[in-house]
């Protein structure tokens, strides 16, 4: 076995929003934790901005949390240092040969041999240069023998906007790159709960019976957000909620509550059954989609004052299966709304043959709350201490906060981007999952393209269109209430 080869991670679109907030940040960290090392590793960045090595360092340094001490200001400033800047543009050779040039210079430096060194490239870059870009780095800067090293390509949503267009960039990127050099980031899949999810479905004994129609009556994914588009309104208006949050994140892990059991945790083996239960998904109703679009939303310059964009979403998918015939998944995501979370409701049918209903309680809801302060929670119904034989609605809670108080959370980005380093594809997007992710979502939004379904204003810091919580109480869900 060849010795494995020092590692260089380019990040294409350096200068930007994404790259500043969360690749160099999650390089950092990974840094501090000794997952990226001095002698093997050097960071490139590439962008169109002219820009020295120095300038780019001091432009990400503010994003870059270290702590106050000298010893780990010295961290930084070692980690710093091992970022190098290359400008170009992401459409001609020239910027792009002289990025392989220095690369192979970092690599001789290492003393890497001929094909066993590592390139990881991180396009943090609109989609509209994806083709181009991925073109540029096939021809100048791959590998230029496999002896154990590779290159491999990351990629960030959105892959397109429709059915059509996504299939027309897997189509290129997959003439120049084989499905194992490409990594489709979706951040969701590196959070710690939805990670969780499958050890939670088929480690516990408690949940294998109940996971089914006949226990479970619906089950909701909650995005929400308690602002706005922020000076992102030129690209939202053209993508909207349902592309921003549901067709990806929010779809992901209806994957990962709904699907079967793999065969192993093979990567391929769980791809293979998230793209089983996309296919079982059936056709969207209109009637079962509420729109809305916050007031203020169009005061964005980049908004056209006509726009229809949703801000807000709520849309049921059902799955045509024998494990979940006639629940309703019911997928909500807003921006503007009154709080900022995401979490996963599972609620339980009623007690048949209930003999405490005329004590008033509520059905047994089981939540996974992704952020903020990750948690598991069940609501069950108990006697209320005392006296009287009354009954209440109360929590077996699991705050991570409070249970693993030692151990800190990765950030999705963090453990993501490790997990390209070390190949290992279970937390990435497959192409022919994103192609039924696609075929799902198509017909609905080119029906709002064209403007047959309206959007419904909402207040900004209010819970979103009231349609929606009628939409939600007809699809069978019922408000509980805690202490
Ligand atoms: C991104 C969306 O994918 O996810 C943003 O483009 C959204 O609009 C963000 O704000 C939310 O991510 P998180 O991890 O903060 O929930």
Redesign the pocket.
Known sequence: VPEIGCLSIIVLGASGDLAKKKTFPALFHLYQQGFLQDNDVHIFGYARTKLSDDDLREHIRGYLSHGASKEKREVLSRFLQLIKYVSGTYDHADGFQILNNEISGHEISKDSQPGTSRRLFYLALPPSVYPSVCEMIRRYCMNQSDLGGWTRIVVE?PFGKDLTSAEDLSAQLGQLFDEQQLYRID??LG?ELVQNLLVLRFANRFFLPLWNRDNIDNIQIV?R?DFGTKG?GGY?DEYGIIR??IQ??LLQVLCLVAMEKPVSLKPEHIRDEKVKVLQSVLPIKLEEVVLGQYDGYKDDPTVADSSNTPTFATVILRIHNERWEGVPFILKAG?ALNSRK?EIRVQFKDVPGDIFKSKRQGRNEFVIRL?PSEAMYMKLTVKKPGLEMSTIQSELDLSYGLRYQEIKIPE?YERLILDTIRGDQQHFVRRDELKVAWEIFTPLLHNIDAGQLKTIPYKPGSRGPEEADELLAKAGYVQTHGY
Do not use: G, P, V
């Open positions: 949503k951040h969701y959070k995005f957000e992102r939202f921003d949050i990806n994140h921006k995401a952020q999705a």
